[in-house]
């Protein structure tokens, strides 16, 4: 079979590119050179390690003297690791350094090279070493643990960063331990895994082992944040086995940090009644739409993306960002995604959520802004964030009387208006049969297997309910007591049959859901009738919760 001229060159020139794309991809390496350091902010005397890590299973080795300059390197190591999964095996380099800084400031440590690739720059901050507040412990001892809040004094449900520091100036065994943090008046958010660096104190060198946590406390007045013990075991250098080989015998050595009171101040009474109570240290909203001008052809969605992310708070704090009903415009909206991320400064929490909004007559329609009331915990005062509204102009097709007011729909009307609704009601209504298939299907498993449960624990359960109800706000309240019914082996209804208390406080909570009275729910009671339960005051042995080892090196 013969093509035309037209569609043989056509056909060419695109096997062509097909074959430079693929020649060009072929051509690129596997691998890349990255860069990462264990923190930003140090304070001069004190040591910092840099990683370095690639695929390529050469020989070869980066280049230092970049490093030089600015920096002292006082080790290299050289780590091989190997990942696998079902369907392929794969193995990595890197190098661990360790630096110290010759200079105070800012510095920068440079793209290093390896072949004919270069890592990322990466700037870090050195302060001067007399900024750097000196532990209370005593500093003549091998090893001692220094505890520091960076804030005394916060709000209610706001952030507050602990941070332990374990200095040691001799070597150590690798059977550390810290015991857990543990606090009935705060939930509790270990902000990473352990960083060990090297200090000068009194000129005698140390090695330490930071920890630091993220507390929210949920009653406000003075707490106590108990101390820690670590355990560990020293080397002993002086002595020998008797029968002078082996490995050297060690003292076991236990330190505590101290105590440190904490004072929580309750919600300020300027705060907006009804709002849901929110204390970050910072907060931005941002929106996109799919459609950047101001007019939509009727028949056609408007979908709205919403975004709110804040410094200080989980993602759980964060408000629900649905904005007032419009008359005459459909809304769909989505599964709303939290997520949260670790930084020097503790925790940021991001929400997003997507609408999408379909006008049901041609006209000129108002979507109104969304605003967010929060407490600024670092200027201590209210704010309010607002995503500014904008005005939609829906035109009819030509030939099609515009209608100013939703109204229903007429023998009059084209039937170019009615197809596209008969559609969506269509795959709505299949997609709700399929899901509602897929929920049974799912509680026949869930019945006939029982899975061992890997979330969190009935405590952290109990504590978020606690905070949600504190706020008075009925649908976080509802979504924190569904997810601690679901580690119970009971039912929520059945525990309800069973408890007189929380069937009435089920009653009230969703009365408030599903009426105007959800703005004056209080959430005490229900709280208190989940706490009257048996099973609710009864912990769960949960094994998980305690710290692993820690590896500290050796000084």
């Not at 993306?305 to 649905?322: E, F, H, Y």
């Not at 679901?486 to 009365?511: C, F, G």
Request: charged share 20%; aromatic share 6%.
């Amino acid at each position: 079979m013969m093509f035309p001229l037209h569609v043989q060159q056509g056909l060419l020139l695109l096997g062509l590119r097909l074959t430079l794309l693929l020649g060009s991809v072929l051509s690129l390496p596997a691998w890349a050179l990255t860069a990462s350091v264990d923190r930003v902010t140090l304070y001069s005397g004190e040591s910092i390690e840099l990683t370095l890590e690639t695929d390529d299973n050469s020989f070869s080795q980066p280049d230092w003297e970049p490093l030089k300059h600015d920096f002292i390197i006082l080790g290299t190591r050289q780590v091989k690791r190997l990942s696998s999964d079902n369907q392929s095996t794969s193995t990595s380099t890197q190098w661990l350094v360790s630096l110290q800084a010759r200079n105070t400031g800012k510095l920068t440590i440079p793209p290093l090279r390896l072949g004919n690739h270069s890592s990322q720059a990466i700037q870090i901050e050195v302060l001067d070493a007399s900024q750097r507040p000196e532990p209370e412990a005593n500093r003549v001892a091998p090893v001692f643990i220094d505890a520091q809040l960076s804030q005394e004094s916060v709000y209610l449900q706001a952030q507050t960063i602990l941070t332990l520091r374990i200095f040691h100036s001799v070597s150590l065994f690798n059977d550390s331990s810290l015991s857990p943090l543990e606090m009935e008046q705060a939930r509790v958010e270990m902000l990473g895994q352990p960083r060990t660096y090297e200090t000068t104190i009194n000129g005698i060198r140390h090695g330490v082992i930071e920890v630091r946590y993220a507390l929210f406390p949920l009653e406000s007045g003075k707490l106590t944040i108990p101390a820690q013990a670590f355990t560990a075991t020293m080397v002993d250098r002086e002595q020998q086995s008797f029968l002078g080989f082996g490995s050297r015998p060690g003292k076991r050595v236990q330190v505590r940090s101290p105590k440190i009171p904490l004072s929580v101040l309750p919600k300020p009474e300027n705060y907006p009644q009804g709002e849901p109570w929110l204390p970050a240290a910072s907060l931005s909203l941002s929106q996109q739409w799919s459609h950047g001008d101001s007019s939509l052809p009727l028949g056609e969605s408007l979908t709205r993306n919403l975004q709110i992310k804040a410094d200080g708070v989980s993602a759980t704090q964060l408000p629900s960002l649905r904005s007032p009903e419009v008359d005459g415009v459909r809304r769909y909206a989505d599964q709303p995604q939290s997520s949260q991320a670790l930084n020097d400064d503790g925790l940021q929490a991001t929400r997003q959520e997507s609408e999408a909004l379909v006008p049901l007559q041609a006209g000129d329609y108002s979507l109104p802004a969304v605003k967010v009331t929060w407490w600024n915990t670092r200027l201590d005062r209210l704010e309010v964030s607002e995503l500014p509204g904008r005005t939609l102009q829906v035109k009819a097709p030509q030939g099609v009387t515009p209608q100013v007011t939703p109204s229903l729909p007429t023998s009059r009307q084209p039937a170019v208006l009615l197809w596209p609704w008969q559609l969506a009601s269509g795959l709505l209504l299949l997609s709700t049969l399929i899901f509602a298939a897929l929920w049974l299907h799912g509680r026949k498993l869930n019945q006939s297997v029982k899975v061992v449960a890997s979330g969190p624990s009935t405590r952290t359960l109990l504590d978020e309910l606690k905070r949600t109800c504190q706020s008075n706000d009925p649908q976080q309240s509802r979504q924190a007591l569904d997810a601690w019914a679901r580690s119970k082996t009971e039912t929520l209804a059945q525990m309800a049959a069973r408890h007189e208390p929380l069937a009435q406080a089920l009653d009230a909570l969703n009365n408030a859901l599903y009426s105007e009275s959800g703005q004056h729910w209080q959430g005490q009671n229900l709280y208190e009738a989940v706490r009257s339960l048996p099973s609710a005051e009864k912990p769960l042995d949960n094994s998980d919760s305690a710290l692993p080892p820690l590896y500290p090196r050796a000084s």
